[in-house]
Protein backbone atom coordinates (compact mmCIF):
# COMPACT_ATOMS: atom_id res chain seq x y z
CA UNK A 1 0.00 0.00 0.00
CA UNK A 2 1.31 3.06 -0.72
CA UNK A 3 1.27 6.39 1.62
CA UNK A 4 -1.54 8.72 2.27
CA UNK A 5 -2.63 11.59 4.23
CA UNK A 6 -5.16 10.87 6.75
CA UNK A 7 -7.16 14.23 7.98
CA UNK A 8 -9.97 12.66 9.71
CA UNK A 9 -11.08 15.61 12.56
CA UNK A 10 -13.52 12.79 14.09
CA UNK A 11 -13.74 9.49 14.42
CA UNK A 12 -16.30 6.43 14.18
CA UNK A 13 -17.49 5.94 17.61
CA UNK A 14 -19.03 2.06 18.68
CA UNK A 15 -21.53 1.63 21.25
CA UNK A 16 -21.26 -2.50 20.71
CA UNK A 17 -18.60 -4.60 21.83
CA UNK A 18 -17.50 -7.67 19.53
CA UNK A 19 -17.69 -10.91 21.25
CA UNK A 20 -17.55 -14.80 19.88
CA UNK A 21 -17.54 -13.08 16.31
CA UNK A 22 -20.93 -10.56 17.02
CA UNK A 23 -21.47 -7.41 17.80
CA UNK A 24 -23.22 -7.31 21.64
CA UNK A 25 -24.44 -4.91 24.19
CA UNK A 26 -21.95 -3.85 26.60
CA UNK A 27 -22.76 -5.01 30.20
CA UNK A 28 -22.04 -1.39 31.53
CA UNK A 29 -22.45 1.98 30.21
CA UNK A 30 -19.09 2.96 30.30
CA UNK A 31 -17.09 4.09 27.85
CA UNK A 32 -13.78 5.00 26.68
CA UNK A 33 -12.91 8.34 25.47
CA UNK A 34 -10.96 8.94 22.65
CA UNK A 35 -8.81 12.14 22.83
CA UNK A 36 -6.74 13.66 19.88
CA UNK A 37 -2.94 14.07 20.69
CA UNK A 38 -3.01 16.89 18.22
CA UNK A 39 -5.79 19.15 19.41
CA UNK A 40 -7.04 17.45 22.80
CA UNK A 41 -10.44 16.92 21.78
CA UNK A 42 -12.61 14.28 21.69
CA UNK A 43 -12.82 11.90 18.81
CA UNK A 44 -14.59 9.06 19.21
CA UNK A 45 -16.27 7.05 21.98
CA UNK A 46 -16.20 3.25 22.81
CA UNK A 47 -17.46 0.72 25.32
CA UNK A 48 -14.88 0.43 28.25
CA UNK A 49 -15.45 -3.78 28.04
CA UNK A 50 -16.30 -5.10 32.02
CA UNK A 51 -15.44 -8.45 33.87
CA UNK A 52 -18.71 -9.45 32.80
CA UNK A 53 -17.99 -8.81 29.51
CA UNK A 54 -14.62 -10.66 29.65
CA UNK A 55 -16.54 -13.85 31.09
CA UNK A 56 -18.87 -13.87 28.22
CA UNK A 57 -16.04 -13.34 25.83
CA UNK A 58 -14.09 -16.63 27.18
CA UNK A 59 -16.48 -18.84 27.98
CA UNK A 60 -17.58 -18.68 24.01
CA UNK A 61 -13.49 -19.13 23.19
CA UNK A 62 -14.11 -22.07 25.63
CA UNK A 63 -16.91 -23.43 24.17
CA UNK A 64 -16.17 -22.47 20.19
CA UNK A 65 -12.01 -24.53 21.47
CA UNK A 66 -13.98 -27.62 23.12
CA UNK A 67 -17.33 -27.79 21.18
CA UNK A 68 -16.63 -26.31 17.84
CA UNK A 69 -15.17 -26.93 14.49
CA UNK A 70 -11.79 -24.42 14.68
CA UNK A 71 -9.07 -26.19 16.24
CA UNK A 72 -10.54 -29.32 14.61
CA UNK A 73 -10.21 -27.75 10.91
CA UNK A 74 -7.19 -29.11 9.60
CA UNK A 75 -3.98 -26.25 9.90
CA UNK A 76 -4.67 -25.90 5.32
CA UNK A 77 -8.52 -24.96 6.19
CA UNK A 78 -7.85 -22.43 8.97
CA UNK A 79 -5.28 -20.47 6.72
CA UNK A 80 -8.59 -20.20 3.94
CA UNK A 81 -9.60 -18.18 7.00
CA UNK A 82 -6.37 -16.24 7.46
CA UNK A 83 -6.30 -15.14 3.64
CA UNK A 84 -9.42 -13.86 4.30
CA UNK A 85 -8.94 -11.77 6.80
CA UNK A 86 -5.88 -10.39 5.28
CA UNK A 87 -8.25 -9.01 2.32
CA UNK A 88 -10.06 -7.66 4.45
CA UNK A 89 -7.94 -5.68 6.69
CA UNK A 90 -6.89 -4.60 3.34
CA UNK A 91 -10.14 -3.17 2.28
CA UNK A 92 -10.45 -1.25 5.55
CA UNK A 93 -6.41 -0.17 5.39
CA UNK A 94 -7.00 3.56 4.64
CA UNK A 95 -9.50 3.76 7.53
CA UNK A 96 -7.51 1.43 10.01
CA UNK A 97 -4.61 4.34 9.17
CA UNK A 98 -6.60 7.03 9.28
CA UNK A 99 -7.59 6.64 12.62
CA UNK A 100 -4.37 5.27 13.76
CA UNK A 101 -3.22 9.13 13.04
CA UNK A 102 -5.91 10.44 14.25
CA UNK A 103 -6.05 8.56 17.69
CA UNK A 104 -2.60 7.90 18.35
CA UNK A 105 -0.40 10.79 16.28
CA UNK A 106 1.34 8.73 13.91
CA UNK A 107 2.48 10.31 10.57
CA UNK A 108 1.12 8.82 7.15
CA UNK A 109 4.23 7.15 6.73
CA UNK A 110 4.37 5.98 10.13
CA UNK A 111 0.54 4.74 10.05
CA UNK A 112 1.33 2.85 6.67
CA UNK A 113 4.16 1.19 7.99
CA UNK A 114 2.60 -0.13 10.47
CA UNK A 115 -0.84 -1.49 8.51
CA UNK A 116 1.57 -2.60 6.11
CA UNK A 117 3.18 -4.86 8.84
CA UNK A 118 -0.19 -6.35 9.62
CA UNK A 119 -0.70 -7.39 6.10
CA UNK A 120 2.32 -9.09 6.14
CA UNK A 121 1.83 -11.39 9.16
CA UNK A 122 -1.76 -12.68 8.11
CA UNK A 123 -0.20 -13.07 5.21
CA UNK A 124 2.84 -15.18 6.47
CA UNK A 125 0.53 -16.57 9.14
CA UNK A 126 -1.27 -18.22 6.09
CA UNK A 127 1.43 -19.95 5.06
CA UNK A 128 3.01 -21.33 8.35
CA UNK A 129 1.20 -24.60 7.75
CA UNK A 130 3.62 -24.84 4.84
CA UNK A 131 6.79 -25.16 6.69
CA UNK A 132 5.94 -26.33 10.16
CA UNK A 133 5.25 -29.83 11.15
CA UNK A 134 2.11 -30.36 13.30
CA UNK A 135 2.83 -34.39 13.58
CA UNK A 136 6.01 -36.62 13.42
CA UNK A 137 7.22 -40.22 13.91
CA UNK A 138 9.55 -40.82 16.09
CA UNK A 139 11.11 -44.00 17.69
CA UNK A 140 13.81 -44.92 20.42
CA UNK A 141 14.72 -48.72 21.54
CA UNK A 142 11.57 -49.35 23.62
CA UNK A 143 9.28 -48.48 21.35
CA UNK A 144 8.07 -45.70 18.53
CA UNK A 145 5.46 -43.33 18.37
CA UNK A 146 3.85 -39.79 16.95
CA UNK A 147 4.83 -36.74 18.44
CA UNK A 148 1.64 -34.40 18.05
CA UNK A 149 1.60 -30.54 18.33
CA UNK A 150 -1.84 -29.02 19.04
CA UNK A 151 -3.25 -25.84 20.20
CA UNK A 152 -2.81 -24.84 23.76
CA UNK A 153 -6.45 -23.79 24.14
CA UNK A 154 -8.29 -20.32 24.39
CA UNK A 155 -5.58 -17.33 24.40
CA UNK A 156 -5.48 -14.33 25.85
CA UNK A 157 -4.00 -11.41 23.80
CA UNK A 158 -2.83 -7.65 25.15
CA UNK A 159 -1.31 -5.08 23.17
CA UNK A 160 -0.99 -1.41 23.88
CA UNK A 161 -1.55 1.54 21.75
CA UNK A 162 1.49 2.62 19.52
CA UNK A 163 0.90 0.09 16.96
CA UNK A 164 -2.56 -1.69 17.91
CA UNK A 165 -3.48 -3.33 14.27
CA UNK A 166 0.09 -4.69 13.80
CA UNK A 167 0.70 -5.72 17.27
CA UNK A 168 -2.60 -7.73 17.55
CA UNK A 169 -1.95 -9.24 13.89
CA UNK A 170 0.96 -10.58 15.34
CA UNK A 171 -0.72 -12.12 17.71
CA UNK A 172 -3.69 -13.42 16.46
CA UNK A 173 -2.68 -14.54 13.21
CA UNK A 174 -0.41 -17.13 14.31
CA UNK A 175 -2.89 -18.15 17.67
CA UNK A 176 -5.61 -18.64 14.81
CA UNK A 177 -3.25 -20.62 12.74
CA UNK A 178 -2.40 -22.99 15.53
CA UNK A 179 -6.11 -23.60 16.00
CA UNK A 180 -6.92 -21.68 19.35
CA UNK A 181 -9.54 -19.33 20.12
CA UNK A 182 -8.96 -15.44 20.62
CA UNK A 183 -9.30 -12.64 22.92
CA UNK A 184 -7.84 -9.80 22.23
CA UNK A 185 -7.88 -6.60 24.78
CA UNK A 186 -6.38 -3.15 22.95
CA UNK A 187 -5.49 -0.54 25.31
CA UNK A 188 -7.99 2.40 26.04
CA UNK A 189 -5.57 4.89 23.83
CA UNK A 190 -6.24 3.73 20.50
CA UNK A 191 -8.91 1.74 20.39
CA UNK A 192 -10.94 2.64 17.43
CA UNK A 193 -8.22 1.19 14.64
CA UNK A 194 -9.05 -2.49 16.27
CA UNK A 195 -12.91 -1.48 16.43
CA UNK A 196 -12.19 -1.36 12.59
CA UNK A 197 -9.82 -5.04 12.82
CA UNK A 198 -12.82 -6.66 14.51
CA UNK A 199 -15.27 -5.25 11.42
CA UNK A 200 -12.45 -7.38 9.21
CA UNK A 201 -12.88 -10.28 11.52
CA UNK A 202 -16.51 -10.28 11.18
CA UNK A 203 -16.52 -10.29 7.16
CA UNK A 204 -14.40 -12.89 7.40
CA UNK A 205 -16.49 -15.32 8.56
CA UNK A 206 -15.18 -17.38 11.09
CA UNK A 207 -16.85 -20.04 13.38
CA UNK A 208 -18.94 -18.49 16.38
CA UNK A 209 -16.99 -17.82 19.22
CA UNK A 210 -13.52 -18.07 17.83
CA UNK A 211 -12.84 -14.18 18.07
CA UNK A 212 -13.63 -11.69 21.03
CA UNK A 213 -12.18 -7.89 20.82
CA UNK A 214 -12.71 -6.09 24.23
CA UNK A 215 -11.18 -2.73 24.67
CA UNK A 216 -10.50 -1.41 28.36
CA UNK A 217 -7.73 -0.49 30.70
CA UNK A 218 -5.40 -2.13 33.13
CA UNK A 219 -8.03 -3.41 35.38
CA UNK A 220 -9.83 -5.01 32.05
CA UNK A 221 -6.57 -6.74 31.32
CA UNK A 222 -5.56 -8.33 34.84
CA UNK A 223 -9.19 -10.26 35.41
CA UNK A 224 -8.81 -11.60 31.84
CA UNK A 225 -4.98 -12.56 32.91
CA UNK A 226 -6.29 -14.37 35.97
CA UNK A 227 -9.10 -16.16 34.19
CA UNK A 228 -9.33 -19.71 35.22
CA UNK A 229 -10.31 -20.29 31.45
CA UNK A 230 -7.44 -19.15 29.59
CA UNK A 231 -4.69 -21.30 28.63
CA UNK A 232 -2.30 -18.69 27.40
CA UNK A 233 -1.60 -15.01 27.55
CA UNK A 234 0.76 -13.10 24.74
CA UNK A 235 1.32 -9.72 26.30
CA UNK A 236 3.15 -6.78 24.34
CA UNK A 237 3.86 -3.50 26.32
CA UNK A 238 5.93 -2.40 29.73
CA UNK A 239 8.17 -4.85 31.21
CA UNK A 240 6.57 -3.17 34.60
CA UNK A 241 3.30 -4.81 33.53
CA UNK A 242 5.37 -7.95 32.15
CA UNK A 243 6.23 -8.40 35.61
CA UNK A 244 3.12 -8.17 36.87
CA UNK A 245 1.41 -10.61 34.38
CA UNK A 246 4.60 -13.02 34.61
CA UNK A 247 3.74 -13.29 38.67
CA UNK A 248 -0.46 -14.03 38.19
CA UNK A 249 0.56 -16.66 35.41
CA UNK A 250 3.04 -18.08 37.61
CA UNK A 251 0.62 -18.14 40.09
CA UNK A 252 -1.52 -20.88 38.13
CA UNK A 253 0.92 -21.96 35.45
CA UNK A 254 -0.39 -20.17 32.75
CA UNK A 255 1.60 -20.66 29.47
CA UNK A 256 2.61 -16.79 29.17
CA UNK A 257 5.02 -14.80 25.70
CA UNK A 258 6.30 -11.20 26.79
CA UNK A 259 7.36 -8.88 24.53
CA UNK A 260 8.72 -5.86 26.99
CA UNK A 261 10.86 -2.72 26.77
CA UNK A 262 13.75 -1.79 24.78
CA UNK A 263 17.13 0.50 25.60
CA UNK A 264 19.01 -0.85 21.92
CA UNK A 265 21.85 0.21 21.18
CA UNK A 266 22.86 1.10 17.42
CA UNK A 267 27.51 0.77 17.53
CA UNK A 268 29.07 2.96 14.81
CA UNK A 269 32.63 1.48 14.26
CA UNK A 270 35.58 3.48 13.56
CA UNK A 271 35.91 2.35 10.04
CA UNK A 272 32.27 3.71 7.82
CA UNK A 273 31.45 6.82 6.41
CA UNK A 274 28.24 8.53 8.64
CA UNK A 275 26.93 8.87 5.08
CA UNK A 276 26.03 4.93 5.30
CA UNK A 277 25.03 5.78 9.02
CA UNK A 278 22.46 8.48 9.18
CA UNK A 279 20.00 9.73 8.59
CA UNK A 280 18.41 6.06 9.01
CA UNK A 281 20.27 5.20 12.22
CA UNK A 282 18.93 8.80 13.86
CA UNK A 283 15.32 8.07 12.91
CA UNK A 284 15.41 4.95 13.73
CA UNK A 285 15.69 6.60 17.36
CA UNK A 286 12.71 9.12 17.01
CA UNK A 287 10.24 7.50 14.00
CA UNK A 288 6.73 7.49 15.53
CA UNK A 289 8.03 9.94 17.92
CA UNK A 290 9.97 7.10 19.71
CA UNK A 291 7.42 4.72 20.49
CA UNK A 292 8.58 2.00 19.17
CA UNK A 293 10.03 -0.74 21.84
CA UNK A 294 12.75 -1.80 19.76
CA UNK A 295 13.94 1.89 19.17
CA UNK A 296 17.84 2.76 18.91
CA UNK A 297 18.02 5.24 21.35
CA UNK A 298 21.28 4.78 22.42
CA UNK A 299 24.53 5.68 19.62
CA UNK A 300 27.69 4.01 20.91
CA UNK A 301 30.26 5.71 19.02
CA UNK A 302 34.13 5.54 19.46
CA UNK A 303 35.42 8.96 21.44
CA UNK A 304 37.02 10.68 18.49
CA UNK A 305 34.31 10.54 16.14
CA UNK A 306 31.21 11.85 19.08
CA UNK A 307 31.62 15.43 17.93
CA UNK A 308 31.28 14.69 14.01
CA UNK A 309 28.25 12.35 15.42
CA UNK A 310 26.71 14.60 17.63
CA UNK A 311 26.32 17.35 14.57
CA UNK A 312 25.48 15.12 12.25
CA UNK A 313 22.97 14.04 14.46
CA UNK A 314 21.58 17.14 15.39
CA UNK A 315 21.64 18.71 12.17
CA UNK A 316 19.15 15.92 11.18
CA UNK A 317 16.88 16.63 14.25
CA UNK A 318 16.78 20.51 13.96
CA UNK A 319 15.27 19.53 10.08
CA UNK A 320 12.47 17.55 10.98
CA UNK A 321 9.56 18.81 10.06
CA UNK A 322 7.32 17.79 13.82
CA UNK A 323 3.69 18.83 13.98
CA UNK A 324 0.18 17.75 12.34
CA UNK A 325 0.72 14.33 11.57
CA UNK A 326 -2.38 14.87 9.50
CA UNK A 327 -0.15 17.01 6.54
CA UNK A 328 2.12 15.64 4.32
CA UNK A 329 5.21 17.23 5.21
CA UNK A 330 4.74 16.27 8.72
CA UNK A 331 7.58 13.70 10.02
CA UNK A 332 7.14 13.66 13.88
CA UNK A 333 3.72 13.93 15.18
CA UNK A 334 2.80 14.34 18.86
CA UNK A 335 3.27 11.51 21.64
CA UNK A 336 0.24 9.81 22.33
CA UNK A 337 -1.21 10.98 25.71
CA UNK A 338 -0.66 13.75 27.77
CA UNK A 339 1.01 11.65 30.96
CA UNK A 340 3.30 9.92 28.15
CA UNK A 341 4.98 13.74 27.13
CA UNK A 342 4.82 14.66 30.88
CA UNK A 343 7.19 11.44 31.16
CA UNK A 344 9.61 12.18 28.35
CA UNK A 345 10.25 15.81 29.63
CA UNK A 346 11.02 14.60 33.11
CA UNK A 347 13.28 12.59 31.48
CA UNK A 348 14.75 14.91 29.74
CA UNK A 349 15.02 16.48 32.88
CA UNK A 350 16.87 13.62 34.51
CA UNK A 351 19.60 13.81 31.74
CA UNK A 352 20.27 17.20 32.52
CA UNK A 353 20.42 16.70 36.29
CA UNK A 354 22.72 13.56 35.43
CA UNK A 355 25.54 15.82 33.95
CA UNK A 356 24.69 15.27 30.45
CA UNK A 357 24.99 17.70 27.69
CA UNK A 358 21.68 18.75 25.98
CA UNK A 359 22.59 19.36 22.12
CA UNK A 360 18.91 19.90 21.01
CA UNK A 361 15.46 19.72 21.77
CA UNK A 362 14.11 19.27 25.28
CA UNK A 363 10.70 21.10 24.99
CA UNK A 364 7.68 21.95 23.12
CA UNK A 365 7.81 22.76 19.49
CA UNK A 366 7.63 26.37 19.11
CA UNK A 367 4.25 27.45 17.70
CA UNK A 368 2.25 24.38 18.84
CA UNK A 369 0.50 25.75 21.46
CA UNK A 370 -2.13 22.61 21.73
CA UNK A 371 -1.62 18.47 21.55
CA UNK A 372 0.89 16.59 23.54
CA UNK A 373 4.41 17.66 21.34
CA UNK A 374 8.24 16.94 22.50
CA UNK A 375 10.72 17.98 19.88
CA UNK A 376 13.60 15.21 19.12
CA UNK A 377 16.00 15.65 21.74
CA UNK A 378 19.74 14.75 21.53
CA UNK A 379 22.19 14.33 24.62
CA UNK A 380 25.56 14.18 24.26
CA UNK A 381 28.71 13.30 26.93
CA UNK A 382 26.47 10.61 28.53
CA UNK A 383 27.87 7.68 30.09
CA UNK A 384 25.93 4.17 30.13
CA UNK A 385 25.01 4.14 34.25
CA UNK A 386 22.99 7.43 33.83
CA UNK A 387 19.15 6.76 33.95
CA UNK A 388 18.39 8.12 30.29
CA UNK A 389 20.82 6.14 29.05
CA UNK A 390 19.39 2.88 30.95
CA UNK A 391 15.77 3.04 31.64
CA UNK A 392 12.95 3.31 28.67
CA UNK A 393 12.06 6.60 27.82
CA UNK A 394 9.52 6.05 25.20
CA UNK A 395 9.87 9.36 23.45
CA UNK A 396 11.76 11.39 20.82
CA UNK A 397 15.20 11.27 23.05
CA UNK A 398 18.24 9.84 21.84
CA UNK A 399 21.67 9.74 23.53
CA UNK A 400 25.35 9.21 22.69
CA UNK A 401 28.07 7.32 24.13
CA UNK A 402 31.38 7.34 23.48
CA UNK A 403 33.87 4.53 23.81
CA UNK A 404 37.88 3.75 23.18
CA UNK A 405 37.61 0.19 21.89
CA UNK A 406 35.35 -2.66 20.20
CA UNK A 407 35.14 -4.65 23.26
CA UNK A 408 34.08 -1.49 25.08
CA UNK A 409 31.46 -0.73 22.88
CA UNK A 410 29.85 -4.14 22.67
CA UNK A 411 30.41 -4.35 27.25
CA UNK A 412 28.01 -0.64 27.06
CA UNK A 413 25.62 -2.39 24.74
CA UNK A 414 25.17 -5.69 26.82
CA UNK A 415 25.28 -3.22 29.88
CA UNK A 416 21.45 -2.76 30.27
CA UNK A 417 18.61 -4.30 31.69
CA UNK A 418 16.86 -4.85 27.90
CA UNK A 419 17.96 -6.87 24.90
CA UNK A 420 15.17 -6.21 22.03
CA UNK A 421 16.69 -4.91 18.79
CA UNK A 422 20.33 -3.12 17.78
CA UNK A 423 22.39 -2.04 15.15
CA UNK A 424 25.74 -2.35 13.89
CA UNK A 425 27.47 0.20 11.17
CA UNK A 426 30.69 -0.91 10.19
CA UNK A 427 32.67 -1.48 6.55
CA UNK A 428 34.49 -4.92 7.42
CA UNK A 429 31.43 -6.99 7.32
CA UNK A 430 33.26 -9.53 9.32
CA UNK A 431 33.67 -7.61 11.70
CA UNK A 432 30.22 -6.34 11.85
CA UNK A 433 29.40 -9.99 12.54
CA UNK A 434 31.46 -10.60 15.03
CA UNK A 435 30.43 -7.95 17.42
CA UNK A 436 26.53 -8.35 16.45
CA UNK A 437 26.78 -12.12 17.51
CA UNK A 438 28.24 -10.72 21.13
CA UNK A 439 25.39 -8.13 21.37
CA UNK A 440 22.73 -10.05 23.87
CA UNK A 441 19.73 -8.79 22.00
CA UNK A 442 16.76 -10.52 20.19
CA UNK A 443 17.33 -8.95 16.68
CA UNK A 444 20.06 -6.96 15.20
CA UNK A 445 20.65 -5.40 12.14
CA UNK A 446 24.14 -4.97 10.28
CA UNK A 447 24.67 -1.54 8.52
CA UNK A 448 20.59 -0.69 8.32
CA UNK A 449 18.26 -1.20 10.71
CA UNK A 450 14.75 -2.89 11.04
CA UNK A 451 12.09 -4.56 12.69
CA UNK A 452 11.35 -7.75 11.13
CA UNK A 453 7.68 -9.22 11.59
CA UNK A 454 7.87 -12.18 9.69
CA UNK A 455 10.85 -13.69 11.40
CA UNK A 456 11.15 -14.64 15.09
CA UNK A 457 10.76 -11.50 17.25
CA UNK A 458 11.39 -11.03 20.61
CA UNK A 459 13.83 -10.13 23.58
CA UNK A 460 16.66 -11.00 26.20
CA UNK A 461 16.58 -10.42 29.90
CA UNK A 462 13.93 -7.97 31.10
CA UNK A 463 12.72 -7.19 27.06
CA UNK A 464 10.32 -10.13 27.16
CA UNK A 465 10.59 -14.21 27.02
CA UNK A 466 9.90 -16.14 23.89
CA UNK A 467 9.36 -15.11 20.23
CA UNK A 468 6.78 -13.89 17.80
CA UNK A 469 6.65 -14.36 14.20
CA UNK A 470 7.41 -17.26 11.84
CA UNK A 471 7.22 -20.68 13.21
CA UNK A 472 8.65 -20.12 16.08
CA UNK A 473 5.84 -17.62 16.91
CA UNK A 474 3.51 -20.06 16.11
CA UNK A 475 5.14 -22.86 18.09
CA UNK A 476 4.37 -20.29 21.02
CA UNK A 477 0.63 -21.56 20.96
CA UNK A 478 1.25 -25.03 20.87
CA UNK A 479 1.14 -27.87 23.37
CA UNK A 480 3.57 -31.08 22.45
CA UNK A 481 2.23 -34.61 23.04
CA UNK A 482 4.02 -38.02 22.30
CA UNK A 483 1.61 -41.06 21.62
CA UNK A 484 3.62 -44.27 22.33
CA UNK A 485 3.06 -47.53 20.49
CA UNK A 486 5.14 -50.58 22.12
CA UNK A 487 6.85 -52.61 19.62
Known amino acids: MTATVPTATTLKSYDKLFIGGKW ?38 RKAFDEGPWPRLTAAERAKYLIRIQEEVEKRF ?11 GAPAGASVAFHNNALKMWGDASTLH ?24 VVATIIPWNGPVATASLKIAPALAAGCTVVLKPAPEGPVSTMLLAEALEAAGLPEGVISLLPGGRETGEYLVRHKDVDKISFTGSTIAGRKIMSICGERIARVTLELGGKSAGIIADDIALDKVFPGLAFAG ?23 VVETIKTIFESVSVGDPRKDDTVIGPLAAERQRTRVLDYIEVGKAEGARLVTGGGRPAGLDKGWYVEPTLF ?76 PFGGYKQSGLGREGNVEGLSSFLETKLIQFAN
Not at 94 to 104: C, G, K, Q, S
Not at 134 to 152: A, T
Not at 287 to 296: E, R, Y
Open 94 to 104: DDMATAFTAEI
Open 286 to 308: IGHSGQVCAAITRIVVPRHRQDE
Open 380 to 455: ADVTNDMRIAQEEIFGPVVVVIPFDDVDEAIAIANDSDYGLSGAVYAEDAALAESIARRVRTGQISINGWDMCVTQ
Open 24 to 61: VEPSSDKVIEVVSPITEELLATVPEAQPADIDKAVAAA
Open 130 to 153: ERFEFEEERSWPEGHGKLVREPIG
